[in-house]
């Protein structure tokens, strides 16, 4: 297992790795000084980047169409349209404008409807940045769990909590999560099995010297224990293993012997 160090470490994907080439093709140098590795996610970017996503899609989903639903109701009673505004023409309007012009523009004077309608779009707007932010923001993700689980307490962060932890328990077969490495962030890593990288073994340090010359890229901290490594390997068979081939390999792959002796024949 080894760590990124300096500008090599970027996250998502540089953050730590995990080495999968073998010690004794390292040790015959079978690979010519080339290593492949499995790159990990730490906890919050596993979070951000493959977790969240399906799990607040549903909402955003919904959330989305009750406001232009409604903008569509205020705008056919109060304008008299009759073609109604679609999805994309009702977000536009509202990140342009804003809440506050929006509500105006309606033209609502009851303080109850724009009460109402303003919390409806704050959620709108507070999702769709949940979406599409890039940079983690575990901060905005508390804020919009409540809009995902209407049963949602104070207690925010431990229902949060609990939701992921479920998820970690059932994780699907190309990640394989760590629970803790030795000296490193308590909270793991998540190895993803289709991402596999390659590297120089020159890049990554053995000794504290390698990264004060400046030429090590990574450093090493610590050695996965045997019966990970083992689980870690059969998960990385399945998943390649899953993949299969064409229809056409498998037929032509029966034929073999008719096609050789029709040939030779």
């Known amino acids: 297992m080894f760590c990124w160090e300096g500008p090599s470490y970027t996250r998502p994907w540089k953050t730590y790795s995990l080495v999968i080439t073998a010690d004794c093709d390292l040790e ?12 990990a996610l730490i906890t919050e970017d ?14 955003i989903e919904k959330t989305i169409k009750k406001f232009v639903k409604k903008i569509n109701s205020i705008l056919m009673e109060k304008e008299k349209i009759r073609t109604e505004i679609s999805e994309l023409a009702a977000i536009s309007w509202l990140e342009r404008v804003g809440i506050d012009q ?3 523009e309606l033209n609502i004077a009851d303080n109850g409807q724009r009460l109402s309608l303003k ?3 704050q959620s709108v707007l507070e999702l769709r940045e949940l979406s599409t ?6 901060n905005l993700l508390r804020k919009c769990y409540p809009l995902k689980n ?11 909590a609990l939701e992921f932890q479920s998820s970690v328990s059932s994780l699907p077969g190309d990640v394989f999560h760590i629970p803790h490495v030795e000296s490193e962030p308590d909270d793991g890593i998540f190895l993803m099995l289709r991402h596999i990288s390659q590297c120089n073994i020159s890049d990554i340090a053995l000794k504290p010297s390698d990264l004060q010359s400046g030429e090590a890229k990574a450093r090493r901290v610590g050695r996965i224990a045997a019966p990970y490594k083992f689980a870690i390997m059969q ?3 399945r998943v390649f293993t899953d993949i299969g081939l064409p229809n056409s390999y498998q037929d032509r792959c029966k034929s073999t012997s008719t096609r050789f002796f029709e040939r030779i024949a």
């Open 28 to 39: 015959r140098k079978k690979t010519r000084g080339i290593i492949s590795y499995i790159p």
């Open 46 to 59: 596993y979070i951000w980047h493959f977790w969240k996503d399906s799990k607040f899609e549903s909402t």
């Open 102 to 104: 929006l509500i105006d």
């Open 119 to 121: 919390a409806l779009t």
């Open 133 to 138: 932010k890039m940079e983690p923001d575990i």
């Open 150 to 160: 209407a049963k949602a307490t104070s207690e925010t962060d431990s229902e949060l």
């Open 235 to 237: 998960n990385l068979a």
